[in-house]
Structure formats: C-alpha cells, structure tokens
C-alpha cells in the first residue's frame, strides 16, 4: 500500500506525530498542573486513541533504513513489537472510556498507565 519505503516511514511518522499531539497536550492536565476539563480530555484523547491504530501499518520490511529512529529488532522480534503494539492500543483504549467519564482521578491513572506504554515501546525499539 505504499510506493516506496520513504512513504511508509513518513506514513508512520505522521500518525505518531498526531497521535502525540493530542496526547501529549494533556500532560499538564494529568499532572494537576492545569485545571482539570473533561471537554478538552475527552476530544484529544478520542482523537489520540482513533490514531492509535494507524502506525503499525508503515512497519513494513525493508523500512529499519533512512529516515527514521526504528531498530531492526522490530523485524527480527515482530511478534514482541507487535505486543507491544497492542499494549499501547489497549491502554489509549481504556483511556478514551476514563476520558469520556469525566472522573479527573480515573483519567490521570489511565493517562499514567498509557504513557507507560509509550516508553516501553520507546526504549526497547525506539535509536536514541
Ligand atoms: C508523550 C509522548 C510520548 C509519551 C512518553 C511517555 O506525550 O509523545 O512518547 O508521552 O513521553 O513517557
């Protein structure tokens, strides 16, 4: 589905990229930095969680090389990447029904428990 291994690379960048935006955004929130509003939680992490699928298709072989931060164990440990693919899925997953309750506490302990998920991901497949 993508021309060439640079499309799948800017493919799955780009879908990172939205989904950390709206996530990321709400950091200050979770933290209790800023004051607590469940509109604003609920749209950016509906939208976070919708992105969370789309990734994982820009994975294709023969994309560890160019521009991009990918280690080649994701090709030699697929099914362990793929896990941790789905962990994240079904952490964003929980986090858009804490979201859309409106309970600041079940937010922030679902937020927390998905920004795990980021970092795992990160520092097992992810070049400095
Ligand atoms: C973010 C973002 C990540 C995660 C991670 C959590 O907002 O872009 O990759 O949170 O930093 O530890």
Redesign the pocket.
Known sequence: QFQKPEDAIKYRKAAFTVM?SH??RL?PMAQGRVPFDAKTVADNIAIAASMSSLPFAGFVPGTDKGDTKAKAEIWSETEKFNAAAKKMQDAMAALNVAAKSGNADQFKAAFGET??T??GC?DDYRKE
Request: proline share 0%; with cysteine.
């Open positions: 950390a996530f990321g950091g920004g795990k980021c970092k990160h």
